[in-house]
Structure formats: C-alpha cells, structure tokens
Nanobody
Framework: VQLQASGGGLVQAGGSLRLSCAASGLTFANSVMGWFRQGQGKEREFVAAISRSSISAYYADSAKGRFAISRDNAENTAYLEMNSLKPEDPATYYC????????????????????WGQGTQVTVSS
C-alpha cells in the first residue's frame, strides 16, 4: 500500500493550498481517508476525515469553515482544500487510510488508521 501526499508549499497567510493523496495497493473505495498534521515539536493531530462514499466528513475544530476534504474514488485520490491559512497551520500534513467501519466520528485518532503517507510540508508566511 502506498499513499503519496503532495501539494504542500509556501503560502502567505490568508492564502490557499490544495493537498492531494494518491493511493495505490488498496481498495480505495472501501477505505475511509483522513488527513492529519504534525507541527515541529508537536504531536500529530487530526484535521479531517471523509467516508467511503463522500456522504460524511468530519473536521477538527481548527479546520471547520476553512478546510474541505474530498475524494475521487475513480482516481483513487483524496484531497484537502485549505483556505484562509493561518500562521498556526504550518506542519507536515499526512494522509491516512483505514478499513475500519465504525462511525466516522471515531476517525479522529491516529491509531484508527492502517496506512500512512509520507507527508507534505505546508509553510505559511505572515
């Protein structure tokens, strides 16, 4: 299984970025997809998750209203659209996949996920 995250970079505060996560080696349509981030010296924290069919999405409070998670099962790719980026958003962003079939509200824990990508760096300049 491989999850390839991309799309990170340097953006000014208030700007936008779109992260992508290309998956291979797993049945993507059967996997809940999540995004997490880890800032320097911080623990990995949940950002957003999306159900298999895109019916449900779940966001951390820090992401609500600014970030949008989506997926394209035909392309085996998940996305994280990040708008109104703030100085507190810089981190390495990781995508993750799980075959767990509980309610999506359970998907805020890193331990729920079976597979992880390598991360993509997001930097925000003020």
């Amino acid at each position: 299984v491989q999850l390839q995250a991309s799309g990170g970079g340097l953006v000014q505060a208030g700007g936008s970025l779109r992260l992508s996560c290309a998956a291979s080696g797993l049945t993507f349509a059967n996997s809940v997809m999540g995004w997490f981030r880890q800032g320097q010296g911080k623990e990995r924290e949940f950002v957003a998750a999306i159900s298999r069919s895109s019916i449900s999405a779940y966001y951390a409070d820090s992401a609500k209203g600014r970030f949008a998670i989506s997926r394209d099962n035909a392309e085996n790719t998940a996305y994280l659209e990040m708008n109104s980026l703030k100085p507190e958003d810089p981190a390495t962003y990781y995508c993750a996949a799980t075959r767990d079939r509980r309610s999506i509200a359970n998907y805020g824990s890193p331990g729920t996920y079976d597979y992880w990508g390598q991360g993509t760096q997001v930097t925000v300049s003020s």
